[in-house]
């Protein structure tokens, strides 16, 4: 059994065990190639436990490949690709699935997709045959709902299922975890009420416990050759809920501390 342990509270704990599987490809069942592998790592699904899916292979699953080396970009595709050191037909679907386009650097252009800030549009050419990119999924929280309601019918658990991908963070270097859908259980913590350790309550806190686990399990995945897609955690300090959305984790960009100073160029 392989798995990466990572504490937290102290005692039980949680346990993410990351998933092996095949190179996925168009068409292939999710649900089968995650029951394969936690039956090849020697575990079982039990009630509680968050399935995290990179979307990636969710994407790759529907078809949703893009061959940008035969689209004809517009002037403006055009103009970002060469300020930027990008494809140009690359750039124009960027440009097509962003909501809003703010600037970039080289090799990357800040956007918004769905409420989250993503370079390119959260497309990717990583790990994806040569001219080709991979779109998001058109609804991640619809994608989790379905995956989690197979699993249920199919092994008979109450799990909760995320689907995850990486992001960048202001003056950081690097790539860490996002949620972007979820299904079964809460993407926040509201510690607005409670106190501290000197009795004076909070007034803003809410953790994000969604990202908190994608970014634990994006660590497991990793960015490479890993072929872990998939990470199983156990013991998770979740709320599960049925009702549960994503949209739970997202606020308006008039509140955001980032987004108030931000302003979108023409697409």
Do not use: W
Not at 16 to 26: A, C, D, M, N, S
Not at 32 to 47: A, M, P, V
Not at 115 to 124: L, V
Not at 174 to 191: K, L
């Amino acid at each position: 059994m392989t798995g990466t342990l990572v504490p937290v509270h102290g005692g039980l704990g949680t346990i993410l065990f990351g998933i092996k599987t095949r190179l996925i490809g168009v068409g292939d069942n999710l649900v089968s190639l995650l029951l394969e592998g936690i039956k090849n790592e020697g575990l079982r699904l039990e009630d509680g436990d968050i399935v995290a899916i990179t979307s990636k292979v969710v994407s790759v699953s529907q078809n949703r490949l893009v061959r940008f080396d035969t689209i004809n970009p517009s002037e403006r595709a055009k103009e970002l690709a060469a300020e930027y050191g990008l494809e140009p037909g690359f750039v124009e679907v960027v440009l097509q699935e962003a909501d809003e386009v703010y600037g970039g650097v080289y090799r990357a252009i800040l956007t918004s997709k769905n409420g989250i800030m993503f370079a390119n549009s959260g497309i990717d050419h990583k790990n994806v045959p040569q001219g080709f990119a991979v779109l998001l999924p058109e609804n991640p929280d619809r994608d989790s709902t379905e995956i989690r309601r197979e699993i249920e019918k199919r092994v008979g658990k109450h799990v909760g299922v995320m689907l995850i991908d990486s992001r960048t963070v202001p003056l950081r270097m690097g790539t860490i975890g996002v949620a972007i859908g979820i299904s079964g259980f809460n993407p926040i913590r509201d510690c607005r009420g409670k106190s501290d350790l000197y009795d004076k309550p909070l007034l803003i806190t809410r953790l994000a416990v969604a990202d908190d686990l994608a970014c634990a399990a994006h660590l497991v995945m990793g960015e490479t050759t890993e072929r872990i897609p998939m990470v199983l955690i156990r013991g998770a300090p979740v709320e599960f809920d049925e009702s549960a959305s994503i949209d739970a984790a997202r606020i308006d960009s008039k509140d955001c501390l980032y987004m108030r100073i931000f302003q979108p160029k023409p697409i």
